[in-house]
């Protein structure tokens, strides 16, 4: 048995800029017996090398891996297969964490006796401004342990901000079940494995705090992403099929909701979503639609079904977009910010 309890993976690609402050977060945590997982995807920088450096001065358990660029995913994947904690964590090369992140975490999943733990993000640019509005968290408040399915159909329902680093994850779990990175898409795949995960578990804690720190800026990987953002439709997609092959972990009809969630309101959300980002950094609109036309995603906005009364304005925009897409986008442009 390890004596490991935490590993922290941290794909690392470029990431000179800002490595010094990620790494600084993870060495200077309240907490005993972990490990830091670097792999370096590549790097064209000095990154690696002020990694090497920083990481010379702890006495910490490190492991620091360089490969050819594979991607994100790739990396991920490496530092899952290197990992001997009992837990997992993941941390991005440009994003940092409270110094009681691991100490939350690990407390609350032991007490409660829980197969993973959950906490809350701060998003902050550049200029130090907060992002997050934490009212986002309120289905979270007051609750101490919930379901492994609740937190995923908070996150279909877009209830609460969520992403993949904001988990703690038994590596047994993940082991068991051959839970990855999915490494042939490059928009989606962390939401996709985090999902995969829960499924496969019964229970998760909260801790009732952000712990966990995101910088936005112009080189964050999702910003220089453009159609291929669309591809998170079919991880949505990859994900009802993965409900339906494990039917065994969970009843029918729990199934069917998840399914149904996804096709008739995650789905058309996530398209949506999209075409708002394509339409305030002034994407050619002929190029989008050219898209949604190839990946017949027209047919799947029009499939969406509200969850809850909280929808009603989705829904009025879906009708009026899908009426004439085009004077939809001209009408927005003028009136920005108001439909």
Request: proline share 1%; hydrophobic share 40%; net charge neutral.
């Amino acid at each position: 048995m390890t004596n490991i309890n935490i590993s922290i993976i941290i794909p690392l690609y470029n990431g000179s800029r800002y490595i010094q402050k990620t790494l600084d977060s993870v060495i200077n945590q309240n907490f005993n017996n972990y490990e830091i997982i670097i792999v370096d995807d590549g790097s064209t920088d000095d990154s690696l090398d002020k990694t090497k450096k920083i990481l010379s001065k702890t006495d910490i358990s490190t492991q620091i891996i360089s490969q050819k660029n594979k991607g994100a995913s790739n990396a991920r994947n490496k530092g899952l297969s290197l990992a001997k904690g009992q837990y997992i964590l993941f941390l991005d090369d440009d994003d940092y964490i409270d110094s009681n992140h691991m100490k939350y975490l690990y407390d609350v999943v032991k007490e409660n006796k829980t197969d993973f733990a959950f906490t809350k993000i701060l998003k902050f640019n550049v200029n130090g401004d907060i992002l997050t509005n934490l009212n986002e968290y309120d289905f979270l408040n007051n609750k101490k342990v919930i379901s492994s399915l609740d937190l995923i159909k908070a996150d279909l329902e877009m209830k609460i901000p969520f992403s993949f680093s904001l988990i703690l994850y038994n590596s047994k779990i993940l082991k068991e079940n051959n839970i990855t990175f999915n490494e042939s898409n490059v928009y989606g795949e962390d939401t996709e494995f985090a999902i995969k995960a829960l499924y496969c578990g019964n229970n998760v804690s909260i801790v009732n705090k952000p712990t966990y720190f995101y910088l936005q800026h112009a080189e964050s990987a999702t910003s220089n992403l453009y159609l291929k953002r669309f591809s998170i439709v079919e991880i949505f997609e990859n994900l009802a099929d993965f409900f339906k092959n494990n039917e065994d972990k969970h009843s029918k009809e729990e199934n069917i909701e998840l399914e149904n969630l996804i096709k008739y309101n995650r789905v058309p959300k996530a398209i949506f979503g999209n075409l708002m980002y394509f339409f305030y950094n002034n994407y050619d609109i002929k190029d989008i639609f050219n898209e949604m036309e190839r990946l017949n995603l027209f047919s799947k906005l029009a499939d969406f079904k509200m969850a809850n009364f909280r929808d009603i304005l989705f829904l009025i925009k879906t009708k009026v977009f899908l009426t004439n897409p085009t004077m939809y986008y001209k009408v927005w442009k003028t009136f920005k910010n108001s439909i």
